[in-house]
């Protein structure tokens, strides 16, 4: 739990090598009000993904997610 809630490596960044389309699993509402339900990722950009926000998503984790409790890997 506690590596969970605090981990060691707080985010990962990775270039891309060549022109990627990542599918997000939600669609999103773009500030101009645009539906979308895939990212292009051009050849070279620089992408950071933030483990300690997706290991806050009340949507995976449930709405205690932001709350630390080791009982949930007691189970």
């Known amino acids: 739990e506690t590596l969970w809630f605090h981990s060691i490596v707080p985010a990962i960044e990775r270039k891309s090598k060549r022109d990627n ?10 500030k101009k009000g ?3 339900t895939d990212v292009s990722i051009p050849t ?3 992408i950071i993904i ?4 997706y290991n806050r998503l009340k949507s995976v ?3 205690d997610a932001d709350i630390w409790q080791p009982e949930h890997f007691i189970d």
Do not use: R
Not at 21 to 30: C, E, G
Not at 50 to 53: A, D, K
């Open 50 to 53: 933030s483990i300690l926000t």
């Open 34 to 36: 645009e539906i979308i």
């Open 44 to 46: 070279g950009q620089k």
């Open 61 to 63: 984790w449930g709405d």
């Open 21 to 30: 389309v990542i599918p997000l699993s939600m669609a999103t509402t773009t």
